[in-house]
């Protein structure tokens, strides 16, 4: 079982069903923020979040990744993840997502760290992308203080609320993370 601590009070931990509620009304109570960004977050409902709690479980139980709980005092304040992983090119990417009220602390940015030092030192992948929306400033902010490249920009990659989103492609290469050896 997963349960990587962050700091004294935050840890990273695979989710569990039981977890739906917690995340349901967690989601719900950041609705208006996380629309704006995440197509998932308008519709989403205690069966919504229950079928992606057990979406995860196939992910890890297929060696395509995982996601995590981000979880500071016993409760769930977001979500952070591998999309997948592309074992033949040794790539993936990471998605993320933190209650309104817990930004600006670096835990996302931790978070990220976490999951990218796992990919390229446990995993040894070669590459690890992140997408942001263009205008999702708090979202973008995290890899670039991770050093990731800004390698273009992607146009009406989702549709959310009404209107397109563009993105931003970020990448990390291993040879470019600190304090790894690039993959043989």
């Known amino acids: ?18 977890d739906a509620d917690a ?9 208006p923020y996380l629309a704006r960004w ?4 308008a519709g989403n409902d205690r069966d919504a979040t229950l079928a992606f709690i057990r979406a995860t479980r196939r992910q890890v139980g ?15 304040i977001g979500m952070v993840g591998f999309h ?6 040794r790539s993936t990417s990471i998605g993320y997502w933190l209650a309104e009220d ?16 796992h990919a390229i030192g446990a995993w040894r992948l070669n590459r690890i992308e992140i997408r942001a929306g263009v205008e999702n400033l708090p979202s973008r902010r995290i890899p670039e203080r991770l ?11 989702e ?12 990448a990390m290469l291993a040879a470019d993370w600190p304090d790894q050896a690039s993959p043989s």
């Open 1 to 18: 079982m997963l349960h990587y601590p962050l700091t004294d009070d935050v840890v990273l931990r695979l989710p569990e069903e039981s």
């Open 23 to 31: 995340l349901a009304a967690l989601i719900a109570a950041n609705r």
């Open 38 to 41: 995440m197509p998932w977050a």
């Open 62 to 76: 297929a060696n395509d990744g995982f996601q995590t709980v981000i979880e500071r005092g016993g409760r769930p």
């Open 84 to 89: 997948g992983v592309d074992w033949q090119h």
């Open 102 to 117: 817990q930004q600006g602390q670096g835990i996302m940015t931790r978070a990220v760290r976490s999951l990218v030092d």
């Open 147 to 157: 050093g990731f490249r800004e390698e273009g920009r992607l146009l009406q990659v």
């Open 159 to 170: 549709r959310v609320g009404g209107r397109w989103v563009d993105f931003v492609l970020y």
